[in-house]
C-alpha cells in the first residue's frame, strides 16, 4: 500500500453535484487527492473537467457534495473558511488571467501583499524566487503583451507557488497555447511533479498524463466513468475508455 494512502487526503470531494441553468453539469462525483499526488482529469470538451475543478474551490459553489481540506470540512457559508480554501488551493487557469496593465513580477507580487498583507519589497522578493523557479526571472519587468503564451502560463503557475498552496488545481494549462509553446508549460510542471506538489489536472495531454499521474480520472456527461493507474488505462491492448479516447486524440494530431 502506497505510504499516502494511510494519510488523511490533502483534498476530498464528496458526491458533488451541480446544475447551471436548470441542467445537470456534475453527478456525484467523489475524489480524494493525497500529498504529492498528481490526479488527471480526461475526457471530451463538455464533459465537467472544468467545472469540477472550479467546485473544488469553490469558484462555483456546488448544489451538493461537501469539500474537505485535511480532514476539516468546509462549509460554503463560512466566508473565512472560503478564504482560506483558495489561498491553500490555487488554480491555474487555460487563458493564464493576468492583469494586463500590471508587469510579471507585479502579478505574481500583488496576492502577497492583498491578501497575505506582505510588504511589497517582501512580496516582490518571493515574486521574483517564483519566477526564477518557473525560468523568468529576466522577463519580470516585461508585462503581459510582451510575453508569449507559455511565459504568461509560466507566470500563472509562479503567482499560483508564491502563495504557497497545498494543492494546484491546473484546468487544461496548454490549451490556449501554440504547439511549440506547450513543452515549456508541461516542463514547469513536470518539475512542479517531481518537488512534490500536489496536483489535479485536467489535460488532453495524455503522454504526460501517462508519465506523471498517480490516478487518471476519465469523464463524461458529468459524471467519472473509469478511474485507475496510469499503467492500467492505457495499457497495450487495455480496452478501456480512456485507451479509446487516447487512441481517438492520436488520430486526430496525425491527421492534421
Known amino acids: 500500500m502506497n505510504e499516502a494512502t494511510q494519510q488523511t487526503p490533502v483534498l476530498e470531494a464528496r458526491n458533488i453535484g451541480k446544475s447551471?441553468?436548470?441542467?445537470?453539469?456534475?453527478?456525484?462525483?467523489?475524489?480524494?487527492?493525497?500529498?504529492?499526488?498528481?490526479?488527471?482529469l480526461i475526457g471530451p470538451s463538455g464533459a465537467g473537467k472544468s467545472t469540477f475543478l472550479q467546485c473544488l474551490n469553490h469558484l462555483?459553489?456546488?448544489?451538493?457534495?461537501?469539500?474537505?481540506?485535511?480532514?476539516?470540512?468546509?462549509?460554503?457559508?463560512?466566508?473565512?473558511?472560503?478564504?482560506?480554501?483558495?489561498e491553500r488551493v490555487g488554480m491555474i487557469f487555460q487563458d493564464f488571467n493576468l492583469f494586463d496593465h500590471l508587469t510579471a513580477q507585479e502579478n505574481v507580487s500583488i496576492a502577497l501583499v492583498k491578501v497575505k498583507k506582505m510588504s511589497?519589497?517582501?512580496?516582490?522578493?518571493?515574486?521574483?524566487?517564483?519566477?526564477?523557479?518557473?525560468?523568468?526571472?529576466?522577463?519580470?519587468?516585461?508585462?503581459?503583451?510582451?510575453?508569449?503564451?507559455?511565459?504568461?502560463?509560466r507566470v500563472a503557475i509562479a503567482r499560483a507557488l508564491a502563495m504557497d498552496p497545498e494543492v494546484i488545481l491546473l484546468d487544461e494549462p496548454t490549451s490556449a497555447?501554440?504547439?511549440?509553446?506547450?513543452?515549456?508549460?508541461?516542463?514547469a510542471i513536470r518539475e512542479l511533479a517531481r518537488g512534490g506538489m500536489t496536483?489535479?489536472?485536467?489535460?488532453?495531454?495524455?503522454?504526460?498524463?501517462?508519465?506523471?499521474?498517480?490516478?487518471?480520472?476519465?469523464?463524461e456527461k458529468g459524471a467519472i466513468i473509469e478511474r485507475g493507474a496510469p499503467a492500467s488505462l492505457l495499457a497495450p491492448g487495455a480496452k478501456t475508455r480512456t485507451q479509446a479516447f487516447f487512441a481517438r486524440l492520436v488520430a486526430e494530431e496525425s491527421a492534421c
Do not use: C, W
Open 20 to 40: 447551471l441553468g436548470g441542467r445537470p453539469i456534475l453527478s456525484d462525483l467523489s475524489l480524494s487527492v493525497y500529498k504529492g499526488e498528481m490526479k488527471v
Open 199 to 219: 496536483m489535479i489536472m485536467a489535460t488532453h495531454q495524455m503522454d504526460f498524463a501517462r508519465a506523471l499521474a498517480t490516478e487518471i480520472l476519465f469523464m
Open 120 to 153: 511589497r519589497r517582501d512580496a516582490s522578493l518571493r515574486a521574483m524566487m517564483e519566477l526564477e523557479r518557473v525560468g523568468l526571472s529576466r522577463r519580470a519587468g516585461l508585462y503581459p503583451a510582451e510575453l508569449s503564451g507559455g511565459q504568461k502560463q
Open 60 to 86: 462555483i459553489t456546488p448544489d451538493t457534495g461537501e469539500l474537505l481540506l485535511n480532514g476539516e470540512r468546509i462549509s460554503p457559508a463560512n466566508k473565512g473558511e472560503l478564504r482560506s480554501l483558495r
Open 177 to 187: 497555447l501554440d504547439p511549440e509553446l506547450v513543452g515549456e508549460v508541461l516542463a
